[in-house]
């Protein structure tokens, strides 16, 4: 009987045991789970209400990031759908914090859209990754003030009524004489003007043509899949015309692949052509639907690539003609 004793206390703490380690366990399990493993964005911008042609939009977008993970230094457009980015910084206010700061201009009235905003980083191995920051409205009114002053500077009755009338068959020679100038001064100026050869257009005139006959079409309500046909096909053709790597004959593999072995684009860019190529693939070969804001992003994503192409490009034209 005591031996039974013996055995019996033996196995109640073996049990207990087990059960301290399964604890241990899942304690560690919970910190590793708590540990920060994503990257995370918030967003906030003023005013939002009531805003004018000449008014900014104050757009500062906070990114937090793991210890160790980085954003590489990326080129902000100038034009954010039908917005103007008047001025941009990116500062790191804490090794772990850094913020986007966006002045943003409206060049439409009614209420707009601020598209979403994509954010590129990397992680401790260098990987690149992507967050995107969520679109929002923007109510842009007009406001005409009225200035009573201009309107008290203008006589009731009409300045021509005071003309003496010995005057006036002076004045309508002279309105008959004015026409005739301009109107055979603007028939010397068109013939010269047809006569030289019709300048070619840039890569960027060609692919801004073939994005607005694009969205003109409404090809992305008819026919997702297509739509992104064609607006990756936009973005390879500017690629080819701009850097002459045969992009469109390419497979999105084939051309991460080729552009990675030179210093063509930036790595930025490199970046953000892999995230819209791989994108726009999973709707194209794998059926993804990507709704109303995935279409909006691939659409602001693919111009400003190339309004930034267009304006990098111009800045080594300058350096070359500088030198």
Known sequence: MKTNYILSLCLILALL?????GWAQDASKAEKDAAPTAVSVESSASP????????????TIK???????ALPSAQIPK???VWTIAA??????????????LTLRPTKLGDQVVPAFPVYYQDKSGKPGCVEVKPFNVKVVSKVAKSEDNLKGMGSENSLLDVK??????????????IVIVMIWSAFFKRKKSSKAEKPKSPYELAMERMKALLESGLAHRD???????????????????????????TTEEFLYKISQGNVFSDVERIRLKHFL???????????????????????????????????????QEAVGSS
């Open 278 to 316: 791989e994108s726009a693939d999973m709707v194209k070969f794998a059926q993804h639907d990507p709704g109303e804001a995935g279409i909006n992003t691939a659409i602001h994503n693919a111009e400003a690539f190339i309004c930034i192409e267009m304006e990098e490009e111009g800045s080594r």
């Open 17 to 21: 045991a087990f059960e301290s380690a």
């Open 224 to 250: 997702v899949k297509m739509f992104y046909v064609e607006l990756t096909g936009i973005v390879r053709e500017f690629i080819e015309r701009t850097t002459l790597i045969n992009a469109p004959e390419l």
């Open 63 to 69: 990114v937090n990031v793991p210890e160790g993970y």
């Open 48 to 59: 939002l209400e009531n805003v004018t042609l000449a008014t900014d939009v104050k757009w």
């Open 165 to 178: 009338k010995n005057l006036l068959p002076y004045i309508i020679a002279s309105l008959a004489a004015l």
């Open 79 to 81: 034009k954010w759908g």
């Open 88 to 101: 941009s910084e990116t500062l790191q206010t804490s090794p772990t914090t850094h913020e986007i700061r």
